[in-house]
């Protein structure tokens, strides 16, 4: 990796910053910036909270999947079990309870991925990734206003509907990522005890 | 793959739609909807034209990447080169226009991996994804206010990068994902002459 140590030429730094939509879901925020040639622009972004994605792995190696309408998108999605963090919230305590909540899942034992950022143009989204095996089967118990269907599929079967363009969630390719690289003893994964 | 014909359980139906901020980049409708259970909610989320990102690689084998200060993030990301459709414009046009406008290279050929969606929960933001290669270095000709600096590195650069957590972009993480399974002879890639 080239030298990071003086990114001054590359840098933007906020002027001001101003709350321009507050919605029931969505914060947008716009700043004026000061540019790296001293010039001035506008910044707009998204506020959000942060989230967390679990790739959780059966007994028999199969992972378990949700099948859910996405609205914006305008059909059902396949992808891993995901939310947003509450106020306060340790990443792994949400991956455990949306798990749960979502699955009705628990799982033995945990292992804490990385982080990826969805959308840095326009908001400062992170998904902490997680996987969870030792599963055990139990309640699921879905918000309200939520629908989903839960489904599993083996990496083999995943990274068909990857390749074929079947599967197009990007925190759910990149779970697969992780997934594979460390099948294939390529990327470690620390498990701890729930 | 479970059965998809019918998923009227999980679909939701709209009943009114609402641009509810046009900034100067972000737009946000809010959306009344149907729910599977005949409820009604209401959906936020941004429109989006439609996104491209080029994984360029080098005659030596390389990759060209770009770092660039995303505002949103408060750093210096590490990314492949992206960029946002134009009005009516073609993505494999759009990939074009982006790797000579940001980088200054153009490619003797090019490939049609996918597309990926970043931010379904309140996007409908879709990028798709190029490879491109046979790369000819010229002129760069950025945006006002857009600063970047151009850097290489090779697939197992990347690779660490990745593991480690040092390289968090989601857009460049899947660019990863589909370099190294057509790297393994895993995933099909279909060259065509620019």
């Not at 716009?30 to 989230?51: F, N």
């Not at 982080?115 to 030792?134: K, M, P, T, W």
Request: hydrophobic fraction near 45%; charge should be negative; include cysteine.
């Amino acid at each position: 990796m080239q030298a990071e140590a003086d990114d001054a030429h590359l840098r933007e730094h906020c002027l001001a910053s101003k709350a321009v939509f507050e919605g029931n879901f969505l914060k947008v925020h716009r700043d004026q910036v000061r540019l790296p040639d001293g010039g001035v622009a506008s910044r707009e972004y998204i506020r959000h909270p942060g989230a967390v994605m679990i790739v959780p792995i059966l007994d028999d190696g199969r992972l378990l999947l949700e099948r859910q309408f996405r609205y914006p998108m305008g059909k059902v999605m396949l992808e891993f079990p995901a939310g947003k963090l509450d106020a306060g919230e340790a990443p792994l305590l949400c991956a455990q309870r949306e798990l749960l909540e979502e699955t009705g899942y628990s799982a033995s034992h945990w292992a804490h991925a990385g982080v990826l950022h969805n959308a840095i143009a326009y908001s400062d989204e992170g998904i902490e990734i997680f996987f969870a095996r030792g599963l055990t089967a139990g309640q699921q118990s879905l918000d309200a206003g939520e629908f989903l269907e839960l489904v599993t599929h083996d990496t083999a079967e995943l990274d068909a509907l990857a390749a074929s363009g079947a599967m197009t969630d990007a925190k759910t390719l990149i779970g697969l990522l992780w997934l594979t690289r460390w099948q294939r003893g390529e990327w470690a994964l620390a498990w701890l005890p729930a």
